[in-house]
């Protein structure tokens, strides 16, 4: 059994930055991939960055490319999002979730976790 926990959201200018973690809780999160998905009011959950269980490998979504940066430390059970060059349109809740059965390459193609944790506001201002 794993549990999540989000923190590090909070109110930024745009160009600014801010540093996400998901705690994790349980054994086996280190043999997991884990993603960072967002929700912006009125619209729905959308992908933003994975990373296998190793950290090999991570993927994207386009509109952050360059600008996020997804990391994870095996002894401190976390996973990161690094967020810089913010822009009002990253404004949302941002999540992480995992799933035993998926891959950083499928959430990537769109598979969604099944664990979740309660989510962190990001909020970018003009």
């Known amino acids: 059994q794993v549990t999540l926990l989000e923190f590090g959201g909070g109110s930024v200018q745009a160009g600014g930055s801010l540093r996400l973690s998901c705690a994790a809780s349980?054994?086996?999160?280190?043999?997991?991939?884990v993603g960072w998905f967002r929700q912006a009011p009125g619209n729905e959950r959308e992908f933003v960055a994975s990373?296998?269980?190793?950290?090999?490998?991570?993927y994207y979504t386009d509109s952050v490319k360059g600008r996020f940066t997804i990391s994870r430390d095996h002894g401190e059970n976390t996973v990161y999002l690094q967020m810089n060059s913010l822009k009002p349109e990253d404004t949302a809740v941002y999540y992480c979730?995992?799933?035993?059965?998926?891959?950083?390459?499928?959430?990537?193609?769109?598979?969604?976790?099944?664990?979740w944790g309660r989510g962190t506001q990001v909020t970018v201002s003009s």
């Open positions: 979730g995992t799933n035993i059965f998926t891959t950083a390459q499928r959430m990537y193609g769109g598979e969604k976790a099944d664990v």
């Open positions: 349980g054994r086996t999160f280190s043999t997991l991939a």
């Open positions: 990373i296998s269980w190793s950290g090999d490998t991570t």
